[in-house]
């Protein structure tokens, strides 16, 4: 099974933006919701965003209005929006079905300081 593949994160300053792109090499891709997750420091991996296959979304309160999942299907991939970052939003960024049922990627750090 070939990993989930994140990329995009590097270092922000407070109030700016970041995007995120995961590729899943996976022939059944567009039929699974997707999610984007993360991971503090000393912290459980948390989720934070999702889309549907009918492209519904839905986000954790702590980054509505600021961070916009999409998906392109025809790529097989899923990206992350993340604007008016916070130093809060510091973790490593991991993509997965939202039932996380495929290996995990190495994930993409962002980190958001001053």
């Known amino acids: 099974q070939v990993p989930l593949a994140e990329s995009g994160g590097g270092l922000a300053q407070p109030g700016g933006s970041l995007r995120l792109t995961c590729t899943a090499s996976?022939?059944?891709?567009?039929?699974?919701?997707m999610a984007w997750y993360r991971q503090a420091p000393g912290k459980e991996r948390e989720w934070v965003a999702l889309?549907?296959?009918?492209?519904?979304?839905s986000y954790v309160d702590a980054v509505k209005g600021r961070f916009t999942i999409s998906r392109d299907n025809t790529k097989k991939t899923v990206y992350l929006e993340m604007s008016s970052l916070k130093p809060e939003d510091t973790a490593v960024y991991y993509c997965?079905?939202?039932?996380?049922?495929?290996?995990w990627g190495q994930g993409t750090q962002v980190t958001v300081s001053a």
């Open positions: 996976r022939d059944s891709f567009q039929f699974y919701t």
């Open positions: 997965n079905n939202f039932a996380k049922t495929w290996e």
């Open positions: 889309i549907n296959i009918n492209l519904s979304t």
